[in-house]
């Protein structure tokens, strides 16, 4: 069973909401994957309407009353796919730990006993870096790290890789940790240059996946359930998606890792057949006087590159695209200034106090 934690002391990183959607798709791509809430503000398991009287604290804390086993607390979310959920009170275990000996291993020796037949066990680690997340640390072998292309994520990410180092010396168990960019908005400049930062600094460290903000992941929170559930082919839907074939292909493969060759290959034979087909869509606009045009917009993170340059012909402007079946919105950036298509009278406002245009591609 290949063990997960997923954590960083900063909130609002998209922690649980990677917890929740990578498990699922996960469990999409046939493994057997079990999520453990390890936060006491139990995020996870209230986002996905589980309700139970026993919990995490039950297995893990030896004055309960209620002593239970991983078998006795874990629900079934659907095909594949299982919680262990949380509950407030696993937060007064920090303090029943507090002189105990042995107490970073509380976690570890549990999961050991566990006869569950799982191909990933996933962790959601609490915000802070406590005796909880001591534990996750000490249970896995590696760490997944959301973090917002924003300075204070950074800092607080240097933070949390001191407490790895610190885990490494005193409890001698070396944890491999990457970087995944969350919470990513390509329209603004400063989420790039932020990236390029957190590039220079973690190189090979990072994912090759990026999540980008998606107002349907939050929707499906405040649904309760996770996001392949709620709009499987919405831009965070694809963003998890890819994010789990990135990591399933990390697989050791006859007790060494695949090579960077082999992973490219198995991710685009994973896209070629578990991703709906390509339609062509053909954006126009007329604007004689212009002198170059893009056309940019969630299928291309809003980048305003040769790829996205539209070309003229008799003052008409066209760009052919390949594009997934979905929800799309977009804007034309004519001579730099960004306008929605006076051809589409589909529109909706956009964080910025201006019109998006809105596409909907059928496969």
């Known amino acids: 069973m290949r063990i997960i934690s997923i954590t960083n002391q900063k909130g609002g990183c998209g922690k649980t909401t990677t917890a929740v959607n990578l498990a699922a798709s996960l469990a999409n791509n046939g493994k057997k994957v079990l999520l453990i809430d390890l936060d006491p503000q139990s995020h996870a398991t209230a986002g996905l309407n589980i309700e139970s009287s026993l919990s995490i604290y039950n297995v893990l804390s030896k004055l309960t009353n209620k002593k239970a086993g991983f078998e006795d607390i874990i629900q079934n979310l659907g095909p594949n796919l299982d919680i262990a959920p949380s509950s407030i009170v696993l937060s007064t275990l920090e303090q029943e730990l507090a002189y105990e000996i042995g107490r970073e291993s509380r976690l570890i020796d549990t999961l050991s006993a566990f006869k569950g037949n799982y191909d990933y066990c996933l962790i959601d680690c609490p915000p802070n870096l406590g005796i909880l997340t001591v534990n996750a640390l000490r249970a896995t072998d590696e760490i997944i790290i959301p973090v917002e292309a924003s300075r204070f994520s950074l800092e607080g990410l240097k933070q949390l890789i001191s407490i790895i180092d610190l885990v490494k010396d005193r409890l001698n168990h070396v944890v491999e940790y990457r970087v995944l960019v969350a919470n990513f908005d ?10 390029e930062r957190i590039k220079s600094a973690f190189g090979s460290r990072m994912f090759g996946t990026i999540i980008h903000v998606n107002v349907k992941l939050k929707e499906a929170q405040n649904q309760g359930t996770h996001i ?8 965070g839907a694809k963003d998890y998606y890819s994010l789990s074939r990135e990591i399933i292909t990390q697989d050791k493969a006859t007790g060494h890792e695949v090579t960077m060759s082999q992973i490219k290959e198995k991710m685009a034979e994973a896209i070629k057949e578990n991703l709906p087909g ?29 790829n996205s340059r539209m070309l003229e012909h008799d003052g008409t402007w066209t760009k052919s695209l390949s594009l997934l079946s979905g929800n799309y919105r977009y804007r034309f950036v004519m001579d730099g200034k960004w306008t929605d298509d006076p051809n589409n009278s589909n529109r909706a406002m956009n964080p910025y106090g201006q019109m998006d245009s809105l596409l ?3 496969g």
Do not use: P, Q
């Not at 390509?186 to 989420?191: A, I, V, W």
């Not at 392949?228 to 831009?235: A, N, P, V």
């Open 228 to 235: 392949f559930k709620y709009d499987k082919y919405c831009r």
């Open 360 to 362: 909907e591609v059928k």
């Open 186 to 195: 390509s329209r603004l400049r400063h989420s790039f240059i932020m990236l």
């Open 278 to 306: 390509l339609t062509e869509v053909v954006f126009s606009l007329a604007a004689k006087d212009a002198k170059e045009i893009y056309v940019v917009g969630d299928f291309n993170d809003w980048k305003i590159d040769d």
